[in-house]
C-alpha cells in the first residue's frame, strides 16, 4: 500500500519588500529575513514576525551580478554569489558594518547557493557545456566537485536532502520545450529519477529555486511560468498539491522560496514583492 498525505492548507500572512525589479534571493537570519535586491544591487533587511518591518538597506557595492544568498549559522555569516564576476561573496552579520569581501574566486558561473547536510556551502555551476556541484568547506576549501549528467540542461538549483542525496531542478537535454522536470540523484550525482508529469495540469514551466522542510519530507518548488509553488515528497518527489497560485493567491513569478520551519512560514519571493504564507 502506497504512502497516503493529508493536504495543507496555505493561509496568507503578509507582504513586504515591494520593488519595480526581481528578488533575485531570499534568507532568513536568525531573527531578520535578508532580501537580494536586484537593482539596485543591494539587500533589504525586515524583521522576521507579522508585520515584517524594514529595518535597513545594505548596499552592495562592488558586485556585478547577485544571484543567489545564503546565511550559516554556522559561521554567521552571509554567501552570495556572483555570476558576472565569478566569485562567491562573504559579509558578516555580527557587526553593524556588514563589510562585504570575496570569499572565493575564480568560480566560473556561479548559479545558485545551498548549504549540504553537514553545513558546507554547496554551489551550482552553470556552464554551456558542462555543469558541476561543488562543495566547500566555510573556510572555501573545496571538498568535492560532481560533474552532472549530459542529461541535464539549463539547472536552475539544488539541495540535499536528509539522506545525502540530491533534488535538481533542471531541463532535460532534449529539444522538448515542455522537458522542465525535477529529478534526484545519488550523492555521487547520478540520477535516480525525473518528475514525468502525469497530465497537462502537472507540467512544469522553469521551476526555478527549491526549499525543503525535512521534518515532513515535504519539498516546495518554485514553478515560475506557471505562478504557483507546488509542494513534492522529497523522499520519492511524488506530487503532492499546489500551495500557491496566481488564481488563489495572485503571486506572479515565484523567483526564490525558503521555508521557516519553526513558523510553517514559506516565504515567496517574486518580481514585485515577496509574500508570506503559513503551511498546516
Known sequence: MGRIYLSVTSTFIGRFCNTRYSNHGITI???????????????????NQIGFRFIRDIELNGTNWP??????????????SDYEKSCI?????????????????NVTEPNTLSLTREGHLLILRQGDLVNHLETYTLNATLI?????????????????????????SHKLNSLSPLSWVISQLTNDARIIKSVIPRNESERLSYPG????????????VADYYNYRVIM???TDLSWRQVVVSKEKNGIEFPHRLVYDASKRHLFVAQHANVSVYEIN
Open 144 to 168: 568535492r566537485r560532481l560533474q552532472l549528467s549530459e542529461k541535464i540542461r539549463d539547472p536552475r538549483h539544488v539541495v540535499q536532502t536528509s539522506n545525502g542525496n540530491f533534488i535538481i
Open 67 to 80: 544571484n543567489d544568498i545564503i546565511y550559516s549559522n554556522k559561521s554567521r555569516n552571509v554567501y552570495i
Open 89 to 105: 561573496w562573504v559579509m558578516t552579520t555580527t557587526t553593524g558594518e556588514h563589510r562585504l569581501t570575496k570569499w572565493l574566486d
Open 232 to 234: 513534492f515528497d522529497s
Open 29 to 47: 537570519v536568525e531573527d531578520k529575513i535578508y532580501v537580494l535586491v536586484h537593482q539596485p544591487k543591494r539587500i533589504k533587511v525586515y524583521e
Open 209 to 220: 529555486h527549491l526549499t525543503l522542510d525535512t521534518d515532513s519530507d515535504r519539498l516546495f
